[in-house]
């Protein structure tokens, strides 16, 4: 699955309205015209709000940036929930995106350290 950043979620049923973050692939690319990898600050925090895969599914993704016989591979969704109530869903691969291929997620996932409910 492909979908720009922001945009609406559907690609799994859930009770509440989700949006789009780091669902990368070929059509779009990195979706940044100049990639500005996340400083560590930044990706200590996009890490400790990735700790819990919900959605896990049968099969995996394979990264489309890698190359394909050393494709990093991704099963399930992280969620990030905002303060003021908004929630977004990334795959598990966008950790690795933002590590190896120097994606940004959009700065509302980061500015307001998204964390998952306890
Ligand atoms: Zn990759």
New binding site residues.
Partial sequence: MESLDLSPYGYYRFPIPMRNVGWLGPEHGLQTEAPQPLREGELALLRQASERVASLMLGTHD????PRA???KGNGEYRYYAPEGDVYSAPV?IL??AE??GYRPPAVVIRYRCASPA
Wanted: charge should be negative.
């Fill in positions: 990264c489309d940036f890698c050393l494709a990093a691969m690795h995106y190896e291929h």
